[in-house]
């Protein structure tokens, strides 16, 4: 299974500090930015994939991604959680050394990780967690 677009971001973040994706005047990947009617975003304002309407090719029959189903067993759940990234008991790659999600944790202050996420990302996480919720 392909994993979403998001850990293809974060890895380019990692290895070079030029980005892969082509960025437009709002500081977003072009292709999902909203106010320039990126490729990647639907009628509905969502990121087309992860679009439940649009039965985005990233979401499953339960109306989630379905790499965070569990009902799928998808590649990012676990047996404790919907996302094994954010799952302290897997020590998820998201879970920083106070069994905290290292991107909230202040005790960390993991050098310029705030900096490194870009609003194009943030959105992609609110747009994970609220489809999570539902
Ligand atoms: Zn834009
Ligand atoms: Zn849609
Ligand atoms: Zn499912
Ligand atoms: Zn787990
Ligand atoms: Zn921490």
Not at 18 to 30: L, P, V
Not at 41 to 49: L, P, V
Request: hydrophobic fraction near 20%; charged fraction near 30%.
């Amino acid at each position: 299974m392909k994993e979403p677009s998001i850990y293809t971001i974060e890895k380019s973040n990692k290895t070079s500090k030029s980005r892969i994706h082509k960025c437009c005047e709002h500081r977003n990947a072009k292709y999902l930015c909203q106010e320039c009617g990126g490729k990647g975003i639907c009628e509905h304002g969502k990121y087309k994939c992860y679009c439940v309407e649009c039965k985005g090719s990233s979401m499953c029959i339960h109306k989630r991604i379905e790499y965070y189903c569990r009902d799928c067993k998808g590649n990012g759940t676990c047996e404790h959680s919907s996302n094994k990234r954010f799952c302290v008991t897997c020590k998820g790659s998201a879970i920083c050394k106070h069994n905290r999600n290292k991107y909230k944790c202040k005790e960390c202050k993991e050098p310029n990780i705030q900096e490194k996420i870009t609003n194009t990302e943030l959105l992609l996480y609110a747009n994970i967690l609220t489809s999570l919720k539902k």
